[in-house]
């Protein structure tokens, strides 16, 4: 493994479960010794990425990547313009929104709101969204080429729940299915109990730039529930598409 995968093998540990790690909690998550994570911690410390709390001695993210990510947001606004659509749909289905990117292995969250009322879904943006048992994977792989979709299919698939697909053949199937009604729609396949709506929208690429999705309970999920909720989902992706692309 080179030094940089290394490197970002360490970073991955950290999420809104595990704000600050020690250096031996690391070492083991990451698959490394402690010698060689000490040494990348040293290297990330230098340049803010990396931070050690003086009254625990854990480490925690640094600094150095909000730099990074004001750069990011004032050269592709994406995260601005998404979190705006998105607090448009909660305020429109009083249900839990959330808009997401591709990365290699799944769908990252840039932006999300959940309605201000009881039983409703709570998204973890730090969580990694599987391509095969979202909605919002799905949407986006079902939009996507023939090339992206077999890549994705030749990943490890795990079965996260009892609902998973993780047949490639059945995984083809349900993204045909998908293209052709224009949206993906999961029950159960990520976390029990939650059913997922999702589109794809696109910026200037054949191929998604992302996806705008609902959860809901399963139980709210029905199919005149899911009729009302459509026609909504669609509207967000045309307003998102129009603040992304002037068009």
Do not use: C
């Not at 839990?96 to 999300?112: D, K, Q």
């Not at 047949?167 to 009604?181: C, D, H, N, T, V």
Request: glycine content about 6%.
């Amino acid at each position: 493994m080179k030094t940089v995968d290394k490197a970002l093998a360490v970073l991955d540990q950290f999420s809104l479960e595990h704000t600050e790690l020690g250096l031996s909690e690391l070492a083991r998550m990451a698959g490394l010794d402690k010698a060689a994570t000490r040494r990348l911690l040293l290297a990330l410390a230098r340049h803010g990425f990396i931070e050690q709390v003086a009254q625990t001695r854990k480490y925690r993210l640094g600094q150095g990547f909000l730099r990074l990510a004001r750069i990011r947001e004032a050269t592709v606004p994406l995260a601005r313009a998404a979190q705006e659509v998105t607090d448009w749909l909660v305020e429109q289905t009083a249900e839990t929104a959330h808009v997401s990117i591709p990365g290699r292995m799944g769908m990252t969250t840039v932006a999300h709101r959940m309605p201000n009322r009881g039983h409703v879904v709570n998204v973890d943006p730090a969580e990694l969204l599987p391509f095969h048992a979202t909605a919002s994977g799905l949407a986006w792989l079902a939009f996507s080429g023939p090339q992206t979709v077999e890549a994705v299919l030749a990943q490890p698939r795990a079965k996260i729940t009892a609902a998973t697909v993780t047949s490639p053949a059945e995984l083809r199937s349900m993204l045909a299915r998908f293209r052709a009604q224009g949206y993906a729609q999961t029950r159960d396949s990520f976390e029990a109990g939650v059913s997922s709506l999702a589109m794809p929208f696109f910026r200037d690429a054949p191929e998604p730039a992302g996806t705008i999705a609902l959860a809901l309970p399963t139980g709210d999920l029905t199919e005149s529930r899911r009729d009302a909720l459509l026609p909504l989902l669609r509207e967000a992706v045309a307003r998102l598409q129009s603040a992304l692309t002037g068009l």
